[in-house]
């Protein structure tokens, strides 16, 4: 059995002045303010676009990230309905065969030290789900079938495409004290890369 920490891969090469520049062209259409387009005006723009409210501008472009998580997590992510979704199956995915190592890979809780009680029985039960997992598969149990004893810190891939406006109400959402402590641990992390490769748009999101 592995136990890994969850992360994040952005598919998309972004480039976030560009991203504010096509914005910025598409926004002005609805003000028939095309004229005051310059090098410097696309960042000034979309501040304040956000700012009134008019966040439906913003929909016109999209990023992609695929998010390594828990199935727990997972199915809060998916609860997102303006998006596109594509995750790792448990139907499909053998996870008794060579490819996977012959082994389940689950996230390591975020909320339990390693020395713990809880921990340690955390860890015992992942490891007897493991082995009935794989002594169902040895039974002649589909994978689709064995499945129904996996646990929800199961590992999982989830490739998750958003519009900017999502991605808005995504991490309005998920990087709330309110949040679960898991979901949080990636939302948090994703939101600064984001910040990152894009002036303006997340600046207003704090956590």
């Known amino acids: 059995m592995r136990v890994i920490r969850p992360g994040y891969e952005i598919l998309d090469e972004i480039d976030g002045h560009e991203m504010l520049r096509k914005i910025e062209k598409i926004g002005r259409v609805c003000y028939k303010s095309e004229d005051k387009i310059t090098e410097q005006s696309s960042e000034r723009f979309v501040e304040?676009?956000?700012?009134?409210?008019?966040?439906s501008v913003i929909e016109h472009e999209k990023i992609s990230v695929r998010i390594i998580c828990d199935r727990?997590?997972?199915h809060?992510?998916?609860?997102?309905?303006i998006a596109s979704y594509s995750q790792e199956s448990t139907r499909y995915c053998n996870y008794y065969k060579d490819k996977f190592g012959k082994e389940l890979t689950v996230i390591q809780p975020i909320f339990w030290d390693e020395s713990s009680e809880e921990y340690k029985l955390w860890y015992k039960?992942?490891?007897n789900i493991e082995d009935s997992y794989n002594k169902l598969i040895e039974m002649g149990a589909k994978p689709q079938e064995a499945r129904s004893i996996l646990p929800n810190s199961l590992k999982t891939e989830i490739v998750v495409s958003m519009n900017l406006r999502e991605w808005r109400h995504f991490f309005k959402l998920r990087t709330s004290l309110k949040?679960?402590?898991q979901m949080r641990?990636?939302?948090c992390d994703l939101l600064?890369?984001?910040k990152k490769r894009i002036p303006v748009i997340f600046d207003d999101i704090m956590y």
């Open 125 to 127: 039960t992942m490891q």
């Open 76 to 81: 809060e992510i998916v609860r997102h309905r």
């Open 179 to 181: 949040a679960h402590p």
């Open 192 to 194: 600064d890369e984001f």
């Open 72 to 74: 727990g997590v997972s």
């Open 48 to 55: 304040n676009i956000i700012k009134s409210g008019h966040e």
């Open 185 to 187: 641990e990636v939302a």
